[in-house]
């Protein structure tokens, strides 16, 4: 307390700081450089494989790139960096990231597509030694693959709106 005094009265005030409180704010400033490079770092060296395999035809980069994006975020945020609630959070992004990693891997009912293709092979006829076809799918057959497909763009809708209303629901504060 005497020497809190005692600094100042020998420093004065520089606004509403004293000088003592501007020398540890500039302080606290320089040596957050190194921190910020090395954050730098941490975050271009996680980046860069994404960023390697880019391909301007390829969809599933944004995906890629959201799902890296989001895990990061969950790690930080479930470390109760810079946001109040950090559990609320981390789950809702988890919750986000999932559905993308869903989205980006596309096997939706693949036990079933698999289950019906091995029940109702494709086979392809030659035409003239140079063209292949496939041939025609009896009713039944299409009515199963159609309703197979349909359930399959319901999951991925599904997802996509999981994903968009987790989205909406937290924007501004870990977005």
Known sequence: MLLGFYL???FPRIGSYS??????????????IP????????????????????YDWD????YDMMILKLSRMETAISSGYHVNGP?????????????????????YLAD???????????DFVRIDNKYSTM?????????KANALHKREEVLKKQD??????????SAGWWT
């Open 112 to 122: 079933e597509f698999l289950a019906h293709y091995t029940k109702y092979p494709l």
């Open 35 to 54: 921190r910020r490079i090395r954050h730098r770092i941490n975050v271009f060296v996680s980046y860069a494989p994404l960023l390697w395999n880019d």
């Open 135 to 143: 041939k025609e799918y009896g009713p039944e057959e299409r009515k």
């Open 87 to 107: 559990h609320i959070a981390s789950s809702q992004i988890r919750v986000a990231r999932l559905a993308l990693e869903r989205l980006r891997n596309d096997n």
């Open 8 to 10: 100042e009265e020998r």
């Open 59 to 62: 969809q599933t980069f944004f």
């Open 19 to 32: 000088a003592i409180q501007t020398l540890a704010d500039w302080l606290d400033r320089f040596f957050a």
């Open 160 to 169: 996509f709106e999981l994903f968009c209303k987790m989205f909406k629901k």
